[in-house]
């Protein structure tokens, strides 16, 4: 049995694509990206939020 590497891309396809595939898998791709983003600002947000309470924890335990 031939591997798959053997065929040509177009063996592998269900047809060849179409304009509205293209631009879902645009959007899925931007869709993704975006999240990809806001999950980042979240996890930078949350890290800022302990560097500085530990911040202030350790001036508290500092101050006489």
């Not at 053997?6 to 293209?22: W, Y």
């Not at 899925?28 to 500085?52: N, P």
């Not at 530990?54 to 001036?59: L, N, T, V, Y």
């Amino acid at each position: 049995m031939p591997d798959h590497r053997d065929r040509p891309a177009s063996a592998l396809a269900h047809g060849p694509a179409k304009s509205n595939d293209i631009e879902r898998v645009r959007r899925d791709v931007d869709e993704a990206d975006a999240h990809a983003v806001r999950a980042e600002e979240v996890s930078v947000a949350r890290h800022r939020e302990r560097v500085s309470g530990r911040a202030a924890e350790d001036d508290e335990a500092a101050q006489p």
